[in-house]
Protein backbone atom coordinates (compact mmCIF):
# COMPACT_ATOMS: atom_id res chain seq x y z
CA UNK A 1 0.00 0.00 0.00
CA UNK A 2 1.13 3.40 -0.78
CA UNK A 3 0.89 6.03 1.57
CA UNK A 4 0.65 9.82 0.63
CA UNK A 5 1.17 12.91 2.44
CA UNK A 6 0.89 16.66 1.59
CA UNK A 7 2.21 19.71 2.95
CA UNK A 8 3.53 23.22 2.14
CA UNK A 9 7.00 24.86 3.20
CA UNK A 10 7.12 28.25 3.45
CA UNK A 11 11.25 28.87 3.78
CA UNK A 12 14.61 27.00 3.17
CA UNK A 13 14.43 26.70 6.77
CA UNK A 14 11.41 24.55 6.86
CA UNK A 15 12.72 22.77 4.13
CA UNK A 16 15.97 21.95 5.82
CA UNK A 17 13.42 20.53 8.79
CA UNK A 18 11.40 18.23 5.91
CA UNK A 19 15.10 17.05 5.40
CA UNK A 20 15.86 16.25 9.19
CA UNK A 21 12.32 14.43 9.25
CA UNK A 22 13.46 12.21 6.55
CA UNK A 23 16.68 11.52 7.77
CA UNK A 24 15.18 10.41 11.17
CA UNK A 25 12.68 7.77 9.06
CA UNK A 26 16.00 6.40 7.53
CA UNK A 27 17.84 5.56 10.52
CA UNK A 28 19.95 2.36 8.08
CA UNK A 29 20.14 2.38 4.43
CA UNK A 30 17.66 3.24 1.74
CA UNK A 31 16.30 5.30 -1.33
CA UNK A 32 14.92 8.68 -1.95
CA UNK A 33 13.85 9.97 -5.11
CA UNK A 34 13.42 13.80 -5.06
CA UNK A 35 11.49 15.27 -8.18
CA UNK A 36 10.77 18.80 -9.06
CA UNK A 37 11.89 21.71 -11.11
CA UNK A 38 14.99 23.66 -11.36
CA UNK A 39 15.28 26.03 -7.83
CA UNK A 40 12.61 24.10 -5.72
CA UNK A 41 14.58 23.35 -3.26
CA UNK A 42 15.88 19.64 -3.30
CA UNK A 43 19.44 20.48 -2.51
CA UNK A 44 17.82 22.24 0.02
CA UNK A 45 16.23 19.67 1.27
CA UNK A 46 19.48 17.47 1.35
CA UNK A 47 21.85 20.11 3.11
CA UNK A 48 18.65 19.81 6.10
CA UNK A 49 18.77 16.22 6.12
CA UNK A 50 22.84 16.24 6.30
CA UNK A 51 23.11 19.23 8.85
CA UNK A 52 20.53 16.70 10.86
CA UNK A 53 23.02 14.08 11.15
CA UNK A 54 25.55 16.45 12.37
CA UNK A 55 27.23 17.21 8.78
CA UNK A 56 29.47 20.46 9.22
CA UNK A 57 30.87 21.01 5.64
CA UNK A 58 29.93 22.70 2.98
CA UNK A 59 26.57 20.95 0.75
CA UNK A 60 26.44 21.30 -2.68
CA UNK A 61 24.93 20.12 -5.89
CA UNK A 62 26.57 17.57 -7.42
CA UNK A 63 25.32 18.66 -10.57
CA UNK A 64 28.46 18.10 -12.41
CA UNK A 65 30.28 15.32 -10.41
CA UNK A 66 26.63 13.44 -10.37
CA UNK A 67 27.13 12.29 -6.54
CA UNK A 68 28.61 13.97 -4.12
CA UNK A 69 29.21 11.19 -0.96
CA UNK A 70 29.25 11.42 2.60
CA UNK A 71 30.20 9.44 5.51
CA UNK A 72 28.76 10.73 8.71
CA UNK A 73 29.01 8.52 12.28
CA UNK A 74 29.37 5.52 10.49
CA UNK A 75 26.82 5.78 7.94
CA UNK A 76 27.31 6.33 4.08
CA UNK A 77 25.16 8.49 2.26
CA UNK A 78 24.85 9.67 -1.57
CA UNK A 79 23.68 12.90 -2.89
CA UNK A 80 23.21 12.08 -6.95
CA UNK A 81 22.51 14.98 -9.06
CA UNK A 82 21.37 13.35 -12.43
CA UNK A 83 20.05 16.33 -13.85
CA UNK A 84 23.23 16.36 -16.96
CA UNK A 85 23.07 12.52 -17.53
CA UNK A 86 22.76 12.43 -21.29
CA UNK A 87 21.83 8.07 -21.37
CA UNK A 88 21.15 6.05 -18.45
CA UNK A 89 24.07 3.89 -19.18
CA UNK A 90 26.89 6.16 -17.74
CA UNK A 91 25.15 5.36 -14.34
CA UNK A 92 26.68 1.63 -15.19
CA UNK A 93 30.07 3.07 -16.04
CA UNK A 94 30.10 5.30 -13.02
CA UNK A 95 29.22 1.87 -10.58
CA UNK A 96 25.34 2.84 -9.69
CA UNK A 97 24.99 -0.42 -8.34
CA UNK A 98 28.01 -0.43 -6.03
CA UNK A 99 26.49 2.97 -4.38
CA UNK A 100 22.99 1.28 -3.73
CA UNK A 101 24.22 -1.22 -1.37
CA UNK A 102 21.75 -1.84 1.76
CA UNK A 103 24.05 -0.20 4.15
CA UNK A 104 23.61 3.59 2.40
CA UNK A 105 21.36 6.34 1.94
CA UNK A 106 20.67 7.25 -1.53
CA UNK A 107 18.93 10.75 -2.62
CA UNK A 108 18.61 11.16 -6.15
CA UNK A 109 17.52 14.30 -7.53
CA UNK A 110 16.07 13.90 -11.48
CA UNK A 111 15.73 9.77 -11.02
CA UNK A 112 13.45 10.03 -14.14
CA UNK A 113 16.81 10.23 -15.86
CA UNK A 114 17.65 7.34 -15.04
CA UNK A 115 14.18 5.58 -15.35
CA UNK A 116 15.64 1.50 -15.88
CA UNK A 117 18.30 1.76 -14.28
CA UNK A 118 17.33 2.47 -10.23
CA UNK A 119 15.75 0.01 -8.62
CA UNK A 120 12.39 1.35 -6.71
CA UNK A 121 12.67 4.01 -4.34
CA UNK A 122 11.74 4.10 -0.30
CA UNK A 123 10.45 7.34 -0.15
CA UNK A 124 9.46 9.37 -3.05
CA UNK A 125 9.55 13.66 -2.57
CA UNK A 126 8.26 15.83 -5.29
CA UNK A 127 8.44 19.58 -4.70
CA UNK A 128 6.53 22.20 -6.65
CA UNK A 129 6.45 25.64 -7.18
CA UNK A 130 3.54 27.78 -5.23
CA UNK A 131 4.46 31.66 -5.74
CA UNK A 132 6.55 32.20 -2.40
CA UNK A 133 6.43 28.53 -0.87
CA UNK A 134 6.44 24.94 -2.02
CA UNK A 135 3.89 22.10 -2.08
CA UNK A 136 5.55 18.59 -1.10
CA UNK A 137 4.25 15.53 -1.84
CA UNK A 138 6.07 12.83 -0.01
CA UNK A 139 4.69 8.96 -1.21
CA UNK A 140 6.22 5.97 0.45
CA UNK A 141 5.25 2.65 1.22
CA UNK A 142 5.78 3.56 4.57
CA UNK A 143 3.04 5.87 6.47
CA UNK A 144 5.39 9.39 6.46
CA UNK A 145 3.26 12.27 7.86
CA UNK A 146 4.75 15.85 6.37
CA UNK A 147 2.82 17.87 8.91
CA UNK A 148 4.72 16.13 12.14
Known sequence: MKYHSKGVVNSAEAMMVLGG???DHFPHGGLVFLKG???????TLVRGLLRHLGFKGTVKS????LVEPYHIK???????????????????YMGIRDYL????LCLIEWPE?????????????????DDEA????????DS???NQ
Open 21 to 23: QIA
Open 74 to 92: GRDLYHFDLYRLADPEELE
Open 113 to 129: KAHGFLPPENLSVLVEH
Open 37 to 43: DLGVGKT
Open 101 to 104: SSSA
Open 134 to 141: RNVHLISD
Open 144 to 146: FDI
Open 62 to 65: PTYA
